[in-house]
């Protein structure tokens, strides 16, 4: 019978979809009896998509344009 | 549906400019870089923390694509690749740079009883309220300042796979690291940034 914490270390594996049907067996059944590890799990699953928006970044105007004016300015001296 | 179908469609533009830049276009290479300038300089800047460095690493990607444009086949997204280059060149930056460490121990992460259950329960399921469409400008700080307190070696996994989506194996390649420990790190990455997120979400409820 798999601990929460085996059951943890298996998140990944599992959302990237690459368990040993005996490891999705043990994990369905400990998620079966375990609502704290069914909360954990979609709070893991929600993680990365929050994260993703979190760190977004735009290039700030001053930076672009500076940018362009190299490598026009590379482009041509190579030409 | 939608986002797929835009997403190829960019795909297809992008294709054509790289066709036209190839034979000589200038402009259409522009369009490439100012469609991908954002993204690029997203990357480096998450990976250097340096505004200095991210805009110098961009420039030298660019440069770096349209030098090399001649070789490139177009069997892969063009935004890929010069994500890839991207992040070689912030990677080649941050492994010339001596950078305080953070210990591996002090990777947070959900506590266990001796007998492997979890130690506190989570509070709530938080996973529903995230999907809204404004991120909440606080938790955005929070999740940031998690990610800074990450190790380098786990900042640039979690960075490069869930914020960049590079594919393990373009990670591996980038990295010279092995797929499973770079999953490895990942999962303690994410463990790391769910348990910021979870005690943000929780903060308001700790005390009563």
């Known amino acids: 019978m798999y601990t929460c914490k085996d059951a943890i270390n298996l998140l990944l594996n599992f959302l990237d979809g690459e368990m ?8 369905k059944e400990h998620l079966s009896g375990c ?3 069914v909360d954990f799990l979609r709070t893991y699953k929600a993680t990365p998509g929050l994260c993703k928006r979190a760190m977004a970044q735009q290039m700030p105007k001053e930076v672009s344009a500076k940018l362009t004016e190299y490598l026009r300015a590379r ?3 190579a030409s | 549906m939608s986002d797929e179908m835009s997403d190829e469609a960019v795909k297809e533009e992008d294709r054509q400019l790289v066709a036209r830049a ?7 290479f522009e369009a490439l870089v100012e469609a991908h300038r954002d993204k690029v300089y997203g990357l480096t800047l998450r990976m250097t923390r340096s505004e200095a460095d991210a805009a110098e690493i961009t420039q030298d990607t660019f440069l770096s694509a349209y030098q090399h444009l001649k070789d490139f086949r177009g069997d892969a997204a063009f935004g890929s690749w010069v994500h890839r280059i991207a992040a070689n060149n ?11 460490q953070a210990a591996e121990e002090e990777i947070q992460g959900p506590e266990f009883t001796e007998r492997g259950s979890l130690a506190e329960y989570p509070l709530q399921d938080w996973s529903r309220s995230a999907e809204g469409k404004i991120l909440d400008a606080e938790l955005g700080r929070a999740i940031q300042g998690a990610a800074d307190r990450l190790p380098e070696g786990y900042r640039e996994v979690f ?3 869930d914020v960049e989506g590079l594919s393990y194996e373009q990670i591996a390649e980038v990295t010279g690291d092995s797929i499973p420990a770079i999953k490895s790190r990942l999962h303690r990455a994410r463990l790391a940034l769910r348990e910021a997120i979870d005690q943000f979400y929780n903060q308001g409820s700790a005390g009563g």
């Open chain 1, 20 to 27: 040993t049907p005996e490891e999705s067996r043990h994990l």
């Open chain 1, 35 to 37: 609502a704290p590890c």
């Open chain 1, 75 to 77: 482009i041509k001296s």
């Open chain 2, 22 to 28: 190839q034979a000589g276009d200038i402009s259409a």
């Open chain 2, 90 to 100: 912030a990677l080649m930056r941050l492994r010339h740079r001596r950078v305080v």
């Open chain 2, 159 to 161: 960075l490069l796979k």
